[in-house]
């Protein structure tokens, strides 16, 4: 048994070229721990980790209770549960994550911090199950773009349609009586068409804060107005984009669906139909500039269609953004569940962890927090703390490809190449300063294409 220190940072180091060092103390009983492997992008950006980076600080523990994990610039450490509070052990650290052990296993739990702690993102990017089951609410996130799940609707729900509210004041605009006038009033106009009267089917309505002789509009005269601003087209499946549109005179947004006199709701906009499956997307505006596109992506999966996201003129849902790739991640449909897969993207693609996690044999994890890359997976006792040549298991490690004189960093290139290269062949850039392997391929040698 390894009887280690709670109340020190690093505790007892077991240094062993295998396990890295060894944190908490082994309880009574338990028979796994958790082999954590941290991946940190030496540059610091928008909160990004670049998947082909080769400049990384790689580090490696062994963890055998409770324990909270840090990051204190490029190095990550991990210190005991039951210890100092991390700001008292890491001066100027951050937390990132704890490991939490209930129900006799390891669970995987946001970092208690006073003021809210930084949210774990999950990559989809593990080799057992290379695409994530989505669900409504889910919050995606491509590079430095954000998506939330809006709605779901499975092939066999053929009478859902797409629900077009967004996050605006819940106000419902009605149809008012304007037929029902006191004598002598004035007859309303219509500011678009400027003609007198209304019918049941094409009523005055007000739909904004305008005043006066421009207070009402035929409904008819609104909807083409906002189906050309909107663009809708009338493409196979019923698939658009849909945006609130606002009053250009009052700056008012208009509502999202009408009552008619009878009392029924309808959508103020008609939109094609949507044929299911489908899939429905709002944008989440990092800040105020692209507060204008933000709206609902209505995406139609008939057809066993895929749903492609990405910076290319092929992407059903276009992101002109740096951080996004030409193709950057898929949507599919298969017996009615919605599957998210990355395409080998440069920045990732993540999920937003809801609830804490519990780690699973035989299946790894992946968490992103800003540029470091933790994997998380079970793994035997006597297996994680087995090894013949002593190592140092604290000091972080710089991934430099082509060294072929560490042991160790062939395990993590080999590691790094099967779990998040998706197939490339490795590149031979590394640090400044180092040199290319003479006995790699001469179209190895070759710099890398952008």
Known sequence: AIVLNPSSTASVMHEAASSGSVIGTLMPGTQQVVKVISNTWERDSHDLFDFEA????IQRFTVLGPATCCRNGADVHMLAGDGPPVQQQQPGGEALLRLVRRDSGFWVDK??????????WLVVREPAAKAHKLSEGDVIKLGRFKFRVRQLVAPEQSSVMPELRL???????SVPS?????PGA???LCRICLLEGDTAEDPLIAP????????HVH?????????GRLNLSDAPGGSYFFRALGCELCKATYPTYIHAEGGEREPLVEVPPTRPPFVVLENLARDLQQHASRGLHVISLAGEKALKLGRGHESDVRIADVSISRCHAVIRCHNGQFLLEDNHSKFGTLVAMKKPRRLEPGNPLSIQMGRTLLSLSLSDFDAAAAGSSPGNGNSPQRYTPGNGSNTAAQEERGFWFSHF?????SRTEGVAGSSVNSQQEPWEQRPREL
């Open 178 to 182: 304007v037929r029902e006038r006191p």
């Open 421 to 425: 290269g998706g197939g490339r062949s």
């Open 54 to 57: 080769q400049q990384l600080r």
């Open 186 to 188: 004035d007859e309303p």
């Open 208 to 215: 904004c804060r305008c005043q006066g002789s421009i207070e």
């Open 167 to 173: 996050e605006d004041s819940g106000a419902v605009c």
């Open 219 to 227: 409904l008819g005269c609104l909807r083409h107005w906002i189906k």
């Open 111 to 120: 970092a208690a911090v006073p003021g809210g702690a930084r949210k774990l």
